[in-house]
């Protein structure tokens, strides 16, 4: 256990029991006491004011002085980069102005690897690794851990930024498990500390109730995923200078173990994530038909639709449109939520968009808590005046 | 043939909302149940209904405080046959890597699995790393985001998953690990047998000492990343608020449309 009380300072003031966000500090026969429910997040540690409250590090034992470069691995679909693989080329570009270590990336892939490889150097990449195989144009967990752990290795770049897609979420965790180092799930912001030159990674837990800032001290790379339209894409360069590195593997091999039986695209493709506007159906809209709205105004707009969880329950809409605690986190420029109360396990998935405009007939309910706009008001009415509107200018 | 199912369990809180009392200034935390992660929930059910489906035994783990076995007991009166709560002050301050390491040294000792259910993430942490690293460790396949675990026939099992834009149906020798969502079940509501059962039963609790292991990756010691900074998330400040006519609020929508670049 790694924190102590250092009892002749402590003055039993209570200060860390209040703090604590876990409970995990009680008072037992007049003395403090930390107890199981303690993370170690070190807040009592700063809330005390007798600097009673120590959390004792190990040593450092690996040698990371090796550690150097800011990489990222760039995911693509079908050839094409996603929007998401520029926004961190663009993250550790800024990342580089405070550590001043090489920017670069990797790619694998099957079709039009170099083009997109160029595409990296176009935007300020100084170094993209491109790993070619046909076998690999598709995503597979199996091939990608081995080939990034292995790459890792070959390099040892000292920070590893991957997008928080569900295929960056499903096979990073592997690569930094077979490395033995740290992994931050789904950050909201990322910088160098001044001094300590460590990556800071900032995320919301707690079911978004909390932010968190981790770093990761003695273990390289220190690794984060990063959701998609937290930053800008990189834009292109005056004068690029990069170099496309083709890395030869034999020891991967896709459908090792797990094999791709069958593929299809969903027929209405559902990338909440991606979009910049989201429009959102809830119980308000009393029946599954009247979705139809919902979808209409979402295509006039050129965006996705979402739902609350008690629309997906009822069967009005498919699970992947469901946004919230037990379905998808967005971050849409515009979220419309029509006729949704606003449960917190359905702010917890979209309090964080730029801008959300909420309609509904109860002046109280939750959702307008979080809404920049919201209009009380009938959506059956309003919704087809829009829709008209919208209609009328094109 | 008869599985061993092992399904990974974490009590999470049942609201996340951090009240502050006015008076007090403290956290509100009495009033904060504690549940199983609504994930893993599809998890038991998936592992009870396959253990129905192919006769076997479902054992429920979970890493976590002393607390922790009211969760367990729950996933009894489910049907799961037997649990274990893994639990020790040196556990405490793990991270993903070294909660991952924990559960694979307990699961190792469990042995002879055949596979092992997760939620596809916790609701508190919402991380969704655990399954994928105790895969790692453990040396075996892992499926993630499974929607439907169509057949298992001469030791393999066939899932299909949804990822953004398209579905996958994937096939994969056991033993295996899989992580669930929520399209894959229904989970039931205990029985009047179970909850009676869930009263008597002996939830077993393991401490470093009992599942073996590198003691020095369990728990802080065995945490590459460290938690420096926490705070409140600041919700948005409500912004207006209008009532008018149909034709008066789908403008003023417009013009913040217009406002925001979409239009």
């Known amino acids: ?394 | 043939m008869t599985m061993r199912i092992i399904v990974c369990i974490k009590q999470v809180p049942e609201t996340f909302e951090v009240e502050i009392d006015n008076e007090t200034k403290r956290i509100k935390r009495d009033s904060v149940k504690g549940i199983i992660n609504p994930y893993d929930m599809y998890a038991i059910e998936e592992g009870l209904r396959l253990k129905e489906r192919f006769g076997g035994e479902t054992i429920a783990i979970s890493m976590g405080p002393p607390q922790a076995e009211s969760a367990l007991r729950e996933a009894i009166a489910m049907g799961v046959d037997d649990a274990i709560l893994l639990t020790d002050m040196k556990f405490a301050g793990s991270d993903t890597l070294a909660t991952s390491y924990t559960l694979s040294c307990a699961i190792k000792k469990i042995g002879n699995f055949d596979i092992i259910i997760c939620g596809k993430e916790a609701m508190d942490g919402s991380t969704g790393q655990v399954g994928p690293e105790i895969a790692e460790n453990l040396k075996i396949p892992f499926i993630t985001y499974v929607s439907q675990i169509i057949n298992i026939e001469n030791n393999q099992i066939e899932c299909k998953r949804l990822l953004e834009d398209h579905y996958e149906i994937l096939k994969s020798p056991l033993p295996v690990l899989i992580t669930v969502v929520k399209e894959i079940n229904e989970p039931r509501i205990p029985s009047l047998k179970g909850l009676l059962k869930s009263k008597k039963a002996e939830i077993k609790k393991w401490g470093a000492k009992d599942i073996g292991g590198d003691e020095e990756r369990f728990g802080q010691d065995g945490s590459p990343t460290r938690v420096i900074d926490i705070w409140k998330h600041t919700v948005k400040k409500e912004g207006r608020k209008l009532s008018g006519s149909a034709e008066e609020m789908a403008d003023e929508i417009l013009k913040e449309l217009k406002k925001q670049g979409i239009l």
């Not at chain 1, 990336?105 to 993209?128: D, F, P, T």
């Not at chain 1, 991957?162 to 909201?188: H, N």
């Open chain 1, 1 to 394: 256990m790694g924190i102590k009380i250092l009892y002749e300072k402590c003055n039993l003031c209570r200060i860390c029991i209040e703090k604590c966000p876990f409970g995990g500090i009680e008072e037992k026969e007049g003395k403090i006491v930390i107890n199981e429910n303690c993370r170690l997040c070190g807040i009592c540690v700063k809330e005390c004011p007798q600097n009673a409250i120590l959390i004792v590090e190990k040593e450092r034992k690996k040698d990371i002085s090796k550690y150097k470069g800011i990489w990222f691995f760039a995911e693509q679909k079908k050839g094409k980069l996603l929007s998401v693989s520029f926004e961190l080329l663009n993250a550790c570009l800024k990342l580089k102005e405070k550590l001043g270590e090489e920017v670069s990336g990797v790619i694998i892939g099957g079709k039009n690897v170099e083009e997109m490889g160029r595409e990296l150097i176009k935007r300020g990449a100084e170094k993209v690794y491109i790993v070619k195989d046909d076998s690999l144009e598709e995503f597979q967990e199996e091939p990608y851990i081995d080939i990034l752990s292995q790459l890792i290795e070959r390099y040892k770049p000292s920070i590893l930024l991957a997008s928080a897609t569900m295929a960056g979420r499903s096979f990073i965790p592997s690569v930094a498990a077979r490395i033995g180092t740290g992994l931050t799930a789904d950050c909201t912001g990322i910088d160098i500390d001044n001094e300590s030159k460590l990556l800071v990674q900032i995320r919301p837990t707690f079911g978004g109730n909390l932010m968190a800032k981790i770093v990761c001290r003695d273990h390289r790379p220190q690794m984060a995923t990063i959701r998609p339209k937290i930053i800008e894409e990189a834009k292109i360069k005056d004068n690029p200078d990069g170099k496309l590195i083709i890395e030869e593997f034999s020891s991967f091999s896709v459908n090792k173990r797990v094999k791709i039986i069958k593929r299809e695209m969903t027929k209405n493709v559902v990338d909440l994530q991606e979009a910049e506007i989201i429009v959102s159906g809830g119980r308000g809209l009393r029946d599954g038909k009247n979705f139809s709205m919902i979808w209409e105004l979402a295509e006039l707009l050129g965006g996705a639709v979402g739902a609350s969880r008690a629309a997906v329950d009822a069967g009005w809409i498919g699970y992947p449109h469901q946004v919230g605690q037990t379905g998808k986190t967005v971050k849409p420029k515009v979220y419309i939520a029509c006729g949704i109360s606003g449960a917190i396990q359905h702010l917890a998935g979209m309090q964080t968009s730029d801008y959300i405009i909420a309609i509904n007939k109860d002046p109280d309910a939750p959702i307008f808590k979080v809404a920049n706009l919201g209009i009380v008001g009938d959506l059956f009415e309003i919704i087809p005046v829009l829709i008209k509107k919208l209609k009328n200018k094109v």
